[in-house]
């Protein structure tokens, strides 16, 4: 019981407050995502921003989070009497880094999250674009995820 009690005073949550008063949330919230091209990029950006600042507050940026993102789109499954498409991938790398705003430009903390989907495919046009689409924007969602608890747990070990 005393040990169970010892080794719960030295668990911090991650996004709470820690025990020395600095959140994460806070450092989370202060960072500035810079501009992804293309469409995936903009779903990206905007999850990113969301998952980084849900509050709307926009607080002075201390960090800055460059974002580079390659997608690949391919037919893995094709059905052998029509010769058609039955299903697609979408596969997304995004490469991050986060700097700081002052001081200087060395990575506070990089990496590449990778992200792969598949939908179905049909004989419509218009139903094979929204769902390719709708890929990207899971895709998007998963990256933004991965992206931001991999921050968080590096701004955490910088101050400890």
């Not at 019981?1 to 030295?10: E, F, Q, T, Y």
């Not at 407050?17 to 995936?40: H, T, Y």
């Amino acid at each position: 019981m005393i040990l169970a009690v010892g080794l719960a005073s030295c668990v911090e949550p991650l996004y709470g407050p820690k025990f020395d008063g600095v959140s994460v949330a806070a450092d989370l919230r202060a960072i500035k995502v810079e501009p992804i091209p293309d469409r995936i990029g903009h779903y990206l950006e905007n999850e990113l921003i969301f998952a980084l600042n849900g509050t709307g507050s926009t607080p002075t940026p201390k960090y800055r989070l460059v974002v580079t993102v390659h997608e690949r789109l391919s037919t893995p499954i094709i059905n052998s009497v029509t010769g058609e498409a039955q299903a697609g991938d979408v596969n997304v790398d995004a490469d991050y880094r986060l700097y700081k705003i002052a001081g200087d430009q060395q990575p506070i903390a990089s990496g590449n999250v990778t992200e792969f989907v598949v939908y179905d495919r049909s004989t419509q046009r218009l139903s094979n674009v929204r769902a390719a689409r709708d890929a990207e924007i899971r895709n998007a969602k998963m990256l933004a995820d991965q992206i931001r608890t991999r921050i968080a747990v590096a701004l955490d070990n910088r101050k400890t």
